[in-house]
């Protein structure tokens, strides 16, 4: 199933081969687990807009690090759908509500851009939780290529 949506998106023009070393995959996801750092920091004091954002963050450079690590990158306009997509389908089934709050996170972002929505604490707090999954998912299929990657969060 990956290997046809690969090759679907690559002839789409959605995906391109993106060939880096570890050292760039790993550098992106320290940044995420920045990200996620910050965004408890922020959940600690109230700031539940920069928690949300910063987990949304989170989960981007996290996606988009897998992706890498798989040797492709997203290229159209829509790159955060894309991230989900194949980030869904490098995950498998066993990480679909993680997946489906991704998505939903991504959306709720998307409303709150560009829709002038409000944002909940319960929202907030849920978009951090679910960062921290994806994040230790992605941590762990990342060790199997870099058994030495160590980060803590």
């Known amino acids: 199933m990956f290997e046809k949506k690969v090759q679907e998106y690559l002839d789409r023009g959605i995906l391109k081969k993106e060939e880096v070393g570890l050292e760039l995959i790993e550098r992106l996801l320290r940044e995420a687990v920045i990200d996620i750092d910050e965004a408890q920091k922020t959940q600690e004091i109230g ?6 954002f910063l987990s949304c963050m989170a989960m981007l450079r996290g996606g988009r690090a897998l992706l890498l690590l798989k040797g492709y990158r997203p290229s159209n ?3 955060h759908r894309t991230i ?3 980030t869904s389908l490098i995950l498998g089934n066993s990480s679909k509500n993680i997946i489906s709050h991704f998505e939903g996170v991504l ?3 998307d409303d ?9 604490e ?12 994806l994040l230790r998912e992605i941590v762990k299929i ?5 058994p030495e990657f160590h980060v803590t969060f």
Do not use: N, P
Not at 142 to 146: A, C, L, T
């Open 47 to 52: 700031a539940h807009r920069a928690t949300f």
């Open 77 to 79: 306009s829509s790159q």
């Open 84 to 86: 989900v997509e194949m």
């Open 107 to 109: 959306k709720k972002e």
């Open 112 to 120: 709150l851009i560009h829709g002038g929505q409000l944002l909940s």
């Open 122 to 133: 319960i929202e907030a707090h849920d978009a951090f939780h679910y960062a921290l999954l």
């Open 142 to 146: 990342i060790k199997v290529k870099d």
